[in-house]
């Protein structure tokens, strides 16, 4: 992807800040990056001392500019005296905080002393209005709606929701020029037909159902064709692009509507990155230089072709852990399979059974015709202590899982375990099933799966990494 979006790109991509991206040596941002937002959920508590000090800069003006359903106080940050005026807005949904992360990440680094100079030189041409949490309900239960469980991002015609009315009050009071839709998406995406996660996606969103491109609609394409070529050499094939169907309830297509330049930035998974903080890194680096381009206008001579190239979100182009090479049923009913299993929402199960070639997984796990056997179940009469030792002795001789008292149930291991499941029936598996069960060879046990997580039997050691929400 970098060769392509150079190529199209040509002469004309000019950024005046120094880039931050990881293949610098200084490694610049680890300077900026605010501590303890390394985790899978951000609430208001945690940022709420964040917006207490940044009242103490003579730069900012923290304002509160409505309160949520149940009382919470939503703000927004803004810096600059400008004319061009840029909308920043993250956490719509409570269960998407990364992009709130780079917010902060973002503010101390315009805010930092020894950036003066760069400040300087757009806070005569730009007023910024950032705001981190918009939902801050959704975010108190981690969860994608506010406390009227409706989703806020399809309230933009509406307007049934407070959080939904703040932020179109704010667009109509600020009348911004560009406007930047800050959101996560799941870790089920993929890039196109590759087998690369999609750790940022981006969107110019249609203003109409012909999906036209106007001049607002040019500018946000052209904008986000640079910011791609910023975090290409870092992630490059990890960059995709949604589908631009018309969502007319929706924030993004409803500021297009109104001649707002909206730049929407999807935050994926990335390999071994749990929290996102890959992602959080390459929004902070994107909206940097949206900051740089925006006022020098070097976004403008790029070339709507830049975007076009972008390959497409594919979804569910990933399960959490995919078992190629499964042998199930017996004698000439026998067969090979592959099993996909995610966690989702609360639970785990088996989503997908047969030739799933077409997908591919957090963990993938070839299972080399091992012989697909239902788990036993262990009565618990009385204390059982269980450590690794004796969970492996229970595991090798075909138990998968315990029933009865749970209280007699000692747990001295970090492994998964399984107590009084529902939905393990069949000898054979099959989708919406408990995603326990064990693989077997001449040998004897050789995986166990238990609620998800793949256990080598053999080595005694759990292969399924940890999954963010």
Excluded at 407 to 415: A, C, H, Y
Aim: proline share 5%; no cysteine.
């Amino acid at each position: 992807m970098a060769r392509r979006l150079s190529l199209l790109l040509g002469v004309f991509l000019s950024v005046s800040s120094p880039s931050l991206l990881a293949a610098d040596e200084s490694d610049s941002y680890l300077n900026y990056k605010i501590p303890g937002l390394d985790k899978p959920a951000i609430r208001q508590v945690d940022i709420l001392p964040l917006l207490q000090e940044l009242q103490k800069s003579p730069l900012l003006r923290v304002e509160e500019i409505a309160r949520s359903y149940e009382g919470r106080p939503i703000s927004s940050v803004s810096i600059g005296r400008g004319d061009t005026r840029v909308m920043m807005w993250s956490q719509m949904h409570g269960d998407e905080p990364t992009a709130t992360t780079a917010l902060f990440d973002l503010l101390a680094f315009i805010t930092a002393p020894e950036q003066a100079q760069w400040r300087d030189g757009w806070m005569d041409d730009l007023t910024l209005v950032m705001v981190p949490m918009l939902n801050p309900d959704g975010a108190e239960r981690d969860t994608r709606h506010n406390a009227q469980s409706f989703d806020v991002n399809r309230d933009a015609k509406a307007l049934q929701s407070p959080e939904g009315r703040a932020l179109m009050s704010l667009a109509k009071s600020f009348k911004p020029e560009f406007g930047f839709n800050l959101h996560d998406q799941n870790r089920h995406y993929g890039v196109g037909q590759t087998d690369k996660m999609a750790t940022i996606s981006v969107l110019a969103p249609a203003y109409n159902e012909a999906r036209e491109v106007n001049a607002s609609r040019a500018r946000a394409m052209k904008l986000i064709g640079l910011l791609v070529q910023r975090i290409d050499p870092s992630i490059g094939d990890h960059i995709a692009k949604y589908d631009d169907t018309y969502a007319w309830r929706a924030f993004g297509d409803t500021f297009a509507e109104m001649g707002i330049s909206t730049i929407l930035i999807e935050s994926g998974a990335h390999p071994n990155d749990p929290n996102r903080q890959v992602a959080r890194r390459m929004n902070f680096e994107m909206l940097v230089a949206a900051i740089d381009s925006i006022a020098s206008g070097s976004y403008q001579p790029v070339s709507v072709g830049v975007y076009n190239s972008i390959p497409f979100n594919r979804d569910e182009a990933f399960v959490d852990v995919k078992i190629d090479n499964i042998r199930a049923g017996d004698g000439d009913k026998a067969y090979r399979t592959d099993i996909a299993i995610n966690h989702r929402y609360g639970s785990v199960s088996v989503v997908d059974v047969g030739d799933l070639s077409n997908k591919h997984g957090a963990l993938s796990v070839d299972a080399g015709g091992a012989q697909y056997q239902a788990a036993k179940a262990y009565q618990l009469e009385k204390t059982l202590e269980l450590t690794d030792r004796r969970y492996l002795e229970l595991l090798r001789s075909g138990y998968g899982y315990f029933v009865g008292d749970s209280e007699l149930l000692v747990k001295e291991t970090q492994w998964p375990v399984v107590v009084n499941p529902a939905n393990l029936e069949g000898e054979r598996p099959a989708r919406r099933q408990a995603a326990t069960f064990l693989l077997r060879d001449e040998a004897g046990v050789r995986l166990a799966v238990l609620n998800g997580g793949v256990v080598d039997v053999r080595k005694g050691n759990l292969l399924a990494l940890d999954l963010d929400p």
